[in-house]
């Protein structure tokens, strides 16, 4: 179910009414006596997905029919003021036109529903005088994102130009962008692709899901297994969409949720026979999965850059603990071997 500060609308399209752009439609009838639902913040929610039209996502410009069931996810509007913070930020990289940090799982990116505070962008308008304002003023300088429960690396544009071609990198599908994951059970075959479109899910709205074709974004997710821990598969993940939740999405859909992930995989932890393992990764607290690896063309040199970090200790207490259960020598970093 949606959070307490998730409105639900729905909508039934009148004959008098047919024939009306749908972001036009959805402005007159939901934006009178709320200023927040311009016809621009409708179009950010049909782009979102967060508007279905008959159980399907639909463009600004569809026209409705008489007779169209229209479901709206309406977040509450995220502060329209940002509040500097002196909290700790690890700075991987920076110069005069980006920022490369280390984001730790638990910090959201920028501020949104229900979360003003605590944010990267928060910390970033705290240590940087300038940022780019190309995403707006809640999220200076942000161009990617990384789930909550998510850790690794973000590039952050400190002026509009550099924005703007970073941007258009990820648009492009430039940016390389890999992740370490362990997921639960044994993956196979043990190198492959994930090609299955992504969207919202059609129950639970707050959820993603795979969808039919036509009813969700293209996704594809590349993945390797490094290694098999007792009932767990170790894997090098490369993205190359950036849907969200999209390795969590991918993963449970075959079967092999992300370990620590509460939303997609809870269901599936009794697959995991060891209960001293099962009682570590509830208390985890946050999913087994990290950005180490973040691959670009520098926006004004042209120059390839690229970024690696080791797995947060967290992660390597819990690969080592899930050795010893299962009776596997120690390694080193995950990080170390490609």
């Not at 940016?175 to 043990?190: C, E, S």
């Amino acid at each position: 179910m949606p959070p307490d500060d998730v409105e639900m609308r729905t909508l039934t399209v009148s004959a008098p009414e047919a024939g009306i752009r749908l972001d036009v439609y959805l402005t007159r009838a939901l934006a009178e006596g709320r200023p927040e639902l311009s016809r621009t913040r409708i179009q950010a929610l049909i782009e979102d997905q967060a508007v279905l039209v008959n159980d399907r996502p639909a463009k600004p410009s569809y026209r409705v029919r008489a007779g169209d069931r229209i479901e709206v996810e309406l977040l509450p509007p995220p502060t329209l003021e940002l509040r500097p913070e002196p909290i700790p930020l690890a700075i991987v990289y920076e110069d005069e036109d980006l920022v490369v940090v280390e984001k730790p799982a638990g910090m959201v990116v920028h501020p949104g529903a229900g979360v003003s505070t605590g944010t990267l962008a928060n910390a970033l308008c705290f240590y940087f005088q300038q940022l780019s304002t190309t995403s707006g003023p809640i999220r200076p300088g942000i161009v990617h994102r990384l789930d909550r429960e998510t850790s690794g690396l973000l590039v952050v544009a400190k002026n509009d130009r550099a924005h703007e071609v970073l941007a258009e990198q990820f648009s492009r599908r430039e940016v390389r962008k890999f992740y370490r994951a362990l997921v639960i059970g044994h993956v196979t075959p043990r190198e492959g692709r994930i090609a299955a479109p992504i969207g919202r899910h059609p129950v639970h709205r707050t959820m993603m899901a795979i969808r039919p074709p036509g009813q969700g974004r293209e996704a594809l997710t590349l993945y390797r297994v490094i290694e098999i821990i007792g009932d767990f598969s170790l894997l090098d993940v490369e993205i190359k969409t950036g849907r969200t939740h999209q390795i969590r999405v991918h993963f449970h859909w075959l079967g092999h949720p992300v370990v620590g992930d509460l939303v997609y995989g809870r269901a599936l932890w009794t697959k995991v026979r060891d209960p001293v393992l099962r009682q570590a990764m509830a208390h985890l607290g946050r999913h087994f999965l990290h950005a180490y690896r973040l691959g670009f063309r520098h926006p004004r040199s042209g120059r390839p850059m690229e970024f690696t970090l080791r797995l947060p200790e967290e992660l390597e207490a819990f690969l080592a603990l899930a050795r010893a259960r299962a009776n596997l020598p120690p390694r080193s970093s995950e990080n170390d071997r490609e």
